[in-house]
T-cell receptor
Framework: KQEVTQIPAALSVPEGENLVLNCSFT??????LQWFRQDPGKGLTSLLLIQSSQREQTSGRLNASLDKSSGRSTLYIAASQPGDSATYLC??????????????FGSGTRLLVRP | GAGVSQSPSNKVTEKGKDVELRCDPISGHTALYWYRQRLGQGLEFLIYFQGNSAPDKSGLPSDRFSAERTGESVSTLTIQRTQQEDSAVYLC????????????????FGPGTRLTVT
C-alpha cells in the first residue's frame, strides 16, 4: 500500500528565499507524481506532473525532481513571494497494480512567505 | 475550455437530511474521482468512475454514501442521513485516461463543495 509523507509540515520564510519541499513515498513502482497547490478554502491547482521516466520538470520559478529508486520528490521554489503562501501537496497513484489511478496524497506543507 | 465545476459551493444541512453534490468534469474526460477533505486532515479518495461505471468504490466510508455518473459526464455524490462527521470539503477531479498512456494522465480538480452538517 502506497504511503506518502511530506516534510516539513509547515514552513515560514522571508520573501526572496529559495526553498525546498520534500515528499517521500513507499512504493517506487509509480506512473507519475503530481505537485498541487491549495489556497485556504479553495480547490487544488496542479503545479507540475513528473512522469515516471522523467527526473525533473520545471515551470517558471518551480522545479520538481523525482528519484524513484529512493522514493523521493522535491519541489524547489526560487525567489519566493508572498503570493506563494499556500499548502503544497504531493500525490501519486495508489500503486502500479492499482488500475483506478486514484491519487494518494501527502498531508501537505503549509508555506508562509513573509513580506 | 472550462475546467471542472462543482455545485453547490457551500451547503449547510441539518443532521439526518440527505444531500446531493454535483460535479461537471472537463468535457471529454473519461475518468472522474471524488475525494473528501475533512478539517485539518488530508485528502481521502472516495470513488472512481471510468465512463459511467464505478470500478473502485473502496473509499466510500459507509452505505450512506453513493454516487452515480450519467452520459460519461455529470456525477452526483449523495449522502443520506447526514452526520456531523460528514462535514468536509468534497472535491471532484477528472482526467483523460488511456491505458496506453498511464504515465501521462493528470487529474484536474474542481473548487470543491464545503458541506457543513449542523
Amino acid at each position: 500500500k502506497q504511503e506518502v509523507t511530506q516534510i516539513p509540515a509547515a514552513l515560514s520564510v522571508p520573501e526572496g528565499e529559495n526553498l525546498v519541499l520534500n515528499c517521500s513515498f513507499t512504493d517506487s513502482a509509480i506512473y507519475n507524481l503530481q505537485w498541487f497547490r491549495q489556497d485556504p478554502g479553495k480547490g487544488l491547482t496542479s503545479l507540475l506532473l513528473i512522469q515516471s521516466s522523467q527526473r525533473e520538470q520545471t515551470s517558471g520559478r518551480l522545479n520538481a525532481s523525482l528519484d524513484k529508486s529512493s522514493g523521493r520528490s522535491t519541489l524547489y521554489i526560487a525567489a519566493s513571494q508572498p503570493g506563494d503562501s499556500a499548502t503544497y501537496l504531493c500525490a501519486l497513484p495508489g500503486g502500479k497494480m492499482d488500475s483506478s489511478y486514484k491519487l494518494i496524497f501527502g498531508s501537505g506543507t503549509r508555506l508562509l512567505v513573509r513580506p | 475550455g472550462a475546467g471542472v465545476s462543482q455545485s453547490p459551493s457551500n451547503k449547510v444541512t441539518e443532521k439526518g437530511k440527505d444531500v446531493e453534490l454535483r460535479c461537471d468534469p472537463i468535457s471529454g474526460h473519461t475518468a472522474l474521482y471524488w475525494y473528501r477533505q475533512r478539517l485539518g486532515q488530508g485528502l481521502e479518495f472516495l470513488i472512481y468512475f471510468q465512463g459511467n461505471s464505478a470500478p473502485d468504490k473502496s473509499g466510500l466510508p459507509s452505505d450512506r454514501f453513493s454516487a452515480e455518473r450519467t452520459g460519461e459526464s455529470v456525477s452526483t455524490l449523495t449522502i443520506q442521513r447526514t452526520q456531523q462527521e460528514d462535514s468536509a470539503v468534497y472535491l471532484c477531479a477528472s482526467s483523460l485516461v488511456g491505458i496506453w498512456d498511464r504515465d501521462n494522465y493528470e487529474q484536474y480538480f474542481g473548487p470543491g463543495t464545503r458541506l457543513t452538517v449542523t
